[in-house]
C-alpha cells in the first residue's frame, strides 16, 4: 500500500501552496471588507477576478474535472489539492474555478450535455465567464427523497413548460448565474425512479421569478453565489434544453453527486486543518486561572481529538478517491455515503471547540469560525441529508450479511 502522492500530485500541491500563500490568503482581508462595504450586492467582490487571473495564469484552473475539458487529474490527483483549497472556502474555490454549484454542472454537460449544449453553457462556464444554478429543492415536499419533486416539465410541441417552485437554489443569486440545471418530472405515471429529467434554464427566461434570497444561519454564503427561492411559470425553454433522455434525471444526479460529495469532504478537512491551527494559536496566546489555555487539559484533549479526526478523515477521504479512480463511482459507493456521513459531523465537532476555545471571539465576524460553522452544519444537508446515507449504508451491510448466508 503506497501513502506517498505521486509526482504530479506533489509538483500541483507546492503550486496550489504557494498560490494560497501569495495571492489568496493575502486578499481574504479586502475579499471581506468588499463583502461587507456592498451586503446587499451578490456580484462577486473585485478582488475575486484579480485572484482568478493569477490562477489562470499559473494554470490552477478546473483542477476538478478529469479528461480534456479539465486539468486532467484523478480523483485522487485532486483530493488533496481540494482539500488545500478548502482551507479558503470563500476565495480559492471561486478563484480556481472549482467552486459549487459550478463544478457538478459543469460535470453534468462533460458527461451528458449535446455538442450544442457544451458550446452555449460548458465553454463559457469552463472559462469562467458566467456561472451557473442547480435547482432541485423544493419547499413542500420532503426533497432528502428526490423523487418527492413536484416541478412539472411538459412537452408542447417544439419546447418544454416547466411549472413549480424551488428553494435553496445554490448560485442563483449571483448575477453572472446564466443557467440552471433544473430537476423536474415529465412522466409522473412512470417508475418513480424514471419520472424525473433534467433541464437547462436560462435565468433570465420569461416566468422565472427569484422571489427571495435564503440565508443559512444568517449567512449569505455568497462564495457559492448565494441561495434563493425561484417560482417556475410557465416558462419555456427549446427541447434541445433536454439533458440527456426523458426519465434519465435521477440517474445523471446520482451521477452529478458523487463526485459533489467527496468534494465536499475534501474542502471540510482543509476547514478543519485551519480551525485546528486557529484552535492552536489561540491556547498558545490567552491566560485562564493562572496558565496558558494551551496547558489546561480539556484543551490538550480538544487539540489530540481534532488531529484524530483529521487523519481519519484523511484516510477515508483519499481511499473514497481511489476507489472512485480504480472502480468506479458506484463501486465506491459504501465509501462515498461513509465520507458523507462523517466528515461533517467530525468537522462540526472541531469547530465547536475552535469555537470553545475563541470564547465570544468565536462567534463573532473578527474570525471566520461561526460562518464555517454554520456551512458545515448545512452538508449535513446538501447532497443527501445523514440520515439519507445513513439507511442506505446499513441496507447494504444488512444485503452482504444475508448474500453470505
Not at 214 to 224: K, L, V
Not at 282 to 310: C, H, M, N, P, Y
Request: some cysteine; hydrophobic content about 40%.
Amino acid at each position: 500500500m503506497e501513502f506517498a502522492y505521486d509526482q504530479t500530485t506533489r509538483d500541483l500541491l507546492d503550486k496550489v501552496s504557494a498560490f494560497m500563500d501569495d495571492h489568496v490568503y493575502p486578499a481574504e482581508a479586502t475579499y471581506m471588507e468588499q463583502v461587507a462595504a456592498s451586503p446587499d450586492a451578490w456580484g462577486p467582490p473585485p478582488v475575486l477576478e484579480t485572484v482568478k487571473e493569477e490562477a489562470k495564469k499559473q494554470g490552477l484552473w478546473n483542477l476538478f474535472l478529469p479528461g480534456e475539458d479539465g486539468a486532467g487529474l484523478t480523483n485522487l490527483q485532486y483530493a488533496p489539492l481540494c482539500e488545500l483549497l478548502g482551507r479558503s472556502l470563500h476565495l480559492a474555490p471561486a478563484a480556481t474555478n472549482c467552486a459549487a454549484p459550478d463544478t457538478g454542472n459543469m460535470e453534468v454537460l462533460h458527461m451528458f450535455g449535446t455538442d450544442q449544449q457544451k458550446r452555449q453553457w460548458l465553454e463559457p462556464l469552463l472559462a469562467g465567464r458566467i456561472r451557473s444554478a442547480f435547482a432541485m429543492t423544493e419547499p413542500r415536499v420532503a426533497s432528502s427523497d428526490a423523487t418527492n419533486i413536484e416541478t412539472s416539465i411538459v412537452r408542447d410541441g417544439d419546447e418544454y413548460v416547466i411549472n413549480g417552485r424551488k428553494w435553496f437554489i445554490s448560485g442563483a443569486m449571483n448575477p453572472n448565474a446564466e443557467v440552471m440545471i433544473v430537476m423536474g418530472k415529465t412522466d409522473p405515471s412512470a417508475d418513480r425512479h424514471r419520472q424525473q429529467s433534467m433541464i437547462l434554464v436560462p435565468r433570465d427566461a420569461a416566468g422565472v421569478d427569484v422571489r427571495r434570497p435564503m440565508t443559512i444561519f444568517g449567512y449569505a454564503d455568497r462564495d457559492h453565489g448565494g441561495h434563493a427561492e425561484i417560482d417556475f411559470t410557465d416558462v419555456r425553454v427549446p427541447v434541445d434544453n433536454l439533458i440527456g433522455d426523458e426519465g434519465a434525471g435521477f440517474a445523471i444526479a446520482q451521477a452529478r453527486l458523487g463526485p459533489g460529495r467527496i468534494h465536499h469532504c475534501m474542502r471540510l478537512i482543509g476547514i478543519a486543518e485551519r480551525g485546528l491551527e486557529l484552535m492552536v494559536d489561540r491556547a498558545t496566546s490567552r491566560d485562564a486561572f493562572g496558565k496558558s489555555l494551551s496547558e489546561q487539559g480539556v484543551v490538550r484533549e480538544w487539540i489530540a481529538e481534532s488531529r484524530v479526526r483529521i487523519e481519519q478523515l484523511r484516510l477515508l477521504t483519499l481511499k473514497t478517491a481511489w476507489l472512485m479512480d480504480t472502480v468506479g463511482n458506484k463501486g465506491a459507493h459504501t465509501e462515498i455515503q461513509a465520507i458523507k456521513i462523517a466528515a461533517p459531523k467530525d468537522v462540526e465537532w472541531i469547530l465547536d471547540k475552535v469555537i470553545q476555545t475563541h470564547g465570544g471571539g468565536g462567534l463573532s465576524q473578527d474570525f471566520p469560525i461561526a460562518e464555517w460553522f454554520a456551512q458545515v452544519r448545512t452538508l449535513r444537508f446538501a447532497d443527501g441529508p445523514d440520515e439519507v446515507h445513513k439507511n442506505a449504508l446499513a441496507r447494504n451491510e444488512i444485503r452482504k450479511a444475508a448474500a453470505r448466508g
